[in-house]
């Protein structure tokens, strides 16, 4: 089966803090991902990377930055946190098959986020 | 924006099949239909997707209309654990879009 995993469950850090959430995938897949969800709004994708050391913007990346620096692994950094980033943040990974869109993408279970 | 257009919320008693519809009128031809489910305090699960003939898997079946511009996921004997949100995307490239999706409820 395939695996992702978060580094936390539930965090709660200050305002002006710098967070680092961290993702592990076990399948080798090329391409991973970070959402975030909220009540009405759905998912939203923050930054997506096809590849080590590659990284793309995805709908909201403002006061967020990203690293891979290892296939396996996909962190997302909250430079400066902020209440509004409080959230609870999912991670995916896929394989990447050129013309055939996404294919099936695989979440971790989240980490609740509270910025307080 | 999402491509796709879903009712919000349905219900469907246990045992019968579940049918949730997806409008996507201004799919290209490139473009698969995935359908991702959530369940609660979960991330989202991959169930199906397709480009233009109908699939089958353990899960579910995806029936994409002869325009592509609709497609219905069935999940052929709804139980509880069936309980979820469902999110119908069409995705050509990497970057896939959730939408707000179907709050399916599964009435004992």
């Known amino acids: 089966d395939v695996k992702v995993t978060q580094s936390s469950r539930y965090l709660v850090k200050r305002t002006g803090e710098k967070v680092f959430l961290e993702c592990v995938q076990d399948m080798d897949h090329e391409n991973m991902f970070w959402y975030r969800q909220d009540p009405g709004l759905g998912l939203r994708l923050i930054y997506f990377s096809y590849d080590v050391k590659m990284k793309e913007k995805g709908d909201i990346p403002e006061g967020y930055s990203v690293s891979r620096e290892k296939k396996e692994r996909f962190s997302l950094i909250l430079e400066s946190a902020s209440t509004n980033q409080t959230s609870m943040y999912l991670c995916?990974?896929?394989?990447?098959?050129?013309?055939?869109?996404?294919?099936?993408?695989?979440f971790g279970p989240g980490t609740r986020l509270t910025v307080t | 924006d999402a491509k796709t257009t879903q009712p919000p919320s349905m219900d469907c008693a246990e045992g019968r099949a579940a049918n949730l519809p997806c409008n996507h009128s201004?799919?290209?031809?490139?473009?698969?239909v995935y359908w991702y489910r959530q369940i609660h305090s979960q991330g989202p699960q991959y169930i199906i997707h397709g480009l233009k003939n109908n699939e089958t898997n353990e899960m579910a079946s995806l029936i994409i209309t002869e325009d592509r511009k609709s497609s219905t996921l069935i999940l052929p004997h709804a139980t509880l654990r069936d309980t979820a949100v469902y999110y119908c995307i069409v995705d050509r490239d990497d970057k896939i879009i959730f939408g707000k999706g179907t709050r399916l409820h599964i009435l004992p």
């Open positions: 995916a990974s896929s394989l990447h098959i050129s013309g055939q869109g996404s294919y099936e993408q695989y």
């Open positions: 201004t799919i290209s031809g490139n473009e698969y």
